[in-house]
């Protein structure tokens, strides 16, 4: 096996695990979606359902967090879309994919649903999730105005989906042959 074709392997591996997490949240997103549907069963549980209902939607938002962390030492879409610029030789129509990498990272910076979902996502981060600082503690959490509704999610869910499955293909249309 040459260099390159090391290289693509180790590449697709990556992505395959930027797959696993999409696919993870969108299980959760499905799971919560089936609670919901069965809340008039669950009515008589109201307690078990919320916290049902609330751990399903933290999961996926962390995940979504983690997925669009600006961190240039973690794993994430932003890194992933420089790496593809970087190693672009990796892949059968070098241009095409450019051209196709930079749409995406157009969309990810300009689409206004996108944009604002990652920045509420990254806003929730840094204040309610992985804080407890006192400006966010208690009963000021519920002044929280950081709320998404779920056409931002789905919205978010689908461009990943997009990325990533553009991604791996360009990189796997060779290793199939």
């Not at 240039?72 to 879309?81: R, T, V």
């Amino acid at each position: 096996m040459g260099q390159q074709e090391k290289m693509r392997n180790d590449f697709l591996k990556e992505v395959e695990a930027y797959i696993l997490q999409l696919l993870y949240t969108k299980d959760l997103i499905s799971v919560l979606k089936d609670v919901e549907d069965l809340e008039h069963k669950l009515a008589t549980a109201p307690n078990f359902t919320l916290i049902t209902e609330c751990a399903l939607s933290d999961s996926y938002m962390l995940v979504l967090m983690r997925l669009y962390d600006k961190s240039k030492e973690s794993k994430n879409i932003y890194s992933l879309i420089e790496k593809c610029k970087k190693n672009s030789f990796l892949f059968e129509n070098e241009k095409v994919v450019l051209s196709k990498i930079a749409e995406f990272q157009d969309e990810l910076e300009e689409d206004q649903y996108i944009s604002h979902t990652v920045n509420v996502l990254r806003e929730r981060r840094d204040t309610i999730y992985a804080h407890n600082d006192s400006k966010y503690f208690g009963d000021k959490i519920e002044k929280d105005k950081t709320y998404l509704k779920t056409f931002h999610i789905q919205i978010l869910v689908n461009f990943t989906e997009r990325i990533l499955t553009y991604i791996f293909s360009q990189l796997s249309s060779n290793y199939f042959r």
